[in-house]
């Protein structure tokens, strides 16, 4: 089970820290992603960390965000500065073991388990 949280509303310029906890299982073997989902669009892929701490992210965020993990905590985070209105979304986190490459990282069927999804309300 995945639960992410962090969400809020906030200026455009400002920062946002997103977590995500594993439990139930541990997830430090895992690689760990977070995707989003914006009003009308589908849902997209924004980073990933691999459990060997591999990062990929998409262009759209790459400089901004940065996805960490803490595997003690059964934890990843992202942290998200300088957002934007059009990072305005549902922020949803997902564990899989399955491999990735730069061609194949952002895909979903990488993931096994997801969780909620957190709103990200960015305003100009």
């Known amino acids: 089970q995945l639960q992410a949280s962090g969400g809020g509303l906030v200026q455009a310029g400002d920062s946002l820290r997103l977590s995500c906890v594993a439990s139930?299982?541990?997830?430090?073997?895992?690689?760990m992603g977070w995707f989003r989902q914006a009003p009308g669009k589908a849902r997209e892929s924004v980073a990933r960390?691999?459990?060997?701490?591999?990062?990929y992210y998409a262009n759209s965020v790459k400089g901004r965000f940065i996805i960490s993990r803490e595997n003690a905590k059964n934890t990843v985070y992202l942290q998200m500065n300088s957002l934007k209105p059009d990072d305005t979304a549902v922020y949803y986190c997902?564990?899989?073991?399955?491999?990735?490459?730069?061609?194949?990282?952002?895909?979903?069927?990488?993931?096994?388990?997801w969780g909620q999804g957190t709103q990200v309300t960015v305003s100009s």
């Open positions: 960390i691999s459990n060997g701490l591999s990062t």
């Open positions: 997902a564990a899989g073991d399955r491999f990735a490459n730069r061609n194949t990282w952002r895909s979903e069927t990488l993931y096994d388990y």
């Open positions: 139930g299982r541990t997830f430090s073997s895992y690689a």
